[in-house]
């Protein structure tokens, strides 16, 4: 069953998944996890829950690596929308900043590219049809 803003992973070839919150734009944590945990794959499955841009210098970078991820690998690095993918979190929090400070008069662009992503992202993943992940700020007039 397909529905809008759910996603579903089954873990019956990797018997676990890893489940990521709150990098905030950390680059070095990402990679620390990914060392730690082995890389992302089929055998390897990760759920990112949100809160992945603002507050940290690399924001931009971790988002990338995180939508690559989730393009090579669709069945087993799936990645939910927290309250920070929001384009008024992002001003007040710094992705906005960040975008202006690295693309400078492409940033309102850029920044517009993000806003449509994070729109479409999920708010949730069911693993193997029992477990819920879901990010817990996620408002309920985020856009």
Do not use: W
């Amino acid at each position: 069953m397909k529905v809008d803003n759910v996603q579903c992973t089954v873990t019956s070839i990797a018997g676990k998944v890893t489940v990521v919150g709150d990098l905030h734009g950390s680059l070095d944590d990402l990679l620390m996890i990914f060392f730690k945990n082995g890389l992302p794959g089929n055998d390897n499955p990760y759920v990112i829950n949100g809160d992945f841009v603002d507050r940290g210098p690399c924001s931009v970078e971790v988002s990338i690596l995180l939508f690559s991820l989730s393009l090579l690998y669709p069945n087993s690095f799936l990645v939910n929308r927290g309250n920070h993918e929001d384009v008024i979190m992002n001003k007040r929090y710094g992705f906005t900043t960040e975008l202006v400070k690295k693309y400078g008069p492409l940033a309102n662009r850029i920044s517009k590219g993000f806003e449509g992503v994070f729109r479409v992202l999920p708010l949730l993943t069911v693993v193997d049809n029992s477990v819920l992940i879901c990010h817990g700020g996620v408002s309920d007039i985020t856009d």
